[in-house]
């Protein structure tokens, strides 16, 4: 059974970073495609970072480049999620996800496996 769960983020003042952290379980997880989406209060879920399986391909969001960096660890169990600059519109719940296909997507829907999601509040 594949599970996902988050760890870091919490009260961030604006302009601070946080480093989110997902560790998988249950799967080798080699081929599968790793993401990051966030869902801010009264928004839907969206792409924020992507990453194969190996880390040679991450690729974000487009109004999130240069402010995050998703990263795997060379066990391909845990990914990383650095934010910078942190704005107070960055404040959502980060989910971590991950496809077994290794799609490289950025829909919700071609992800099968999804955490229980990690609160940032970023504080003007």
């Known amino acids: 059974q594949v599970q996902l769960v988050e760890s870091g983020g919490g009260l961030v003042q604006a302009g601070g970073s946080t480093r989110l952290s997902c560790v998988a379980s249950g799967a080798s997880f080699t081929k599968w495609t790793r993401a990051w989406f966030r869902r801010s209060p009264g928004k839907e879920r969206e792409f924020v970072a992507g990453i194969s399986w190996n880390g040679r391909l991450p690729y974000y969001e487009d109004s999130m480049k240069g402010r995050v960096t998703i990263s795997i660890d060379n066990d391909k169990s845990v990914i990383h999620l650095e934010m910078k600059n942190l704005k107070p519109e960055d404040t959502a719940v980060y989910y971590c996800?991950?496809?077994?296909?290794?799609?490289?997507?950025?829909?919700?829907?071609?992800?099968?496996?999804w955490g229980q999601g990690t609160q940032v509040t970023v504080s003007s």
């Open positions: 996800a991950a496809d077994q296909d290794g799609l490289g997507f950025r829909t919700t829907s071609a992800y099968e496996y």
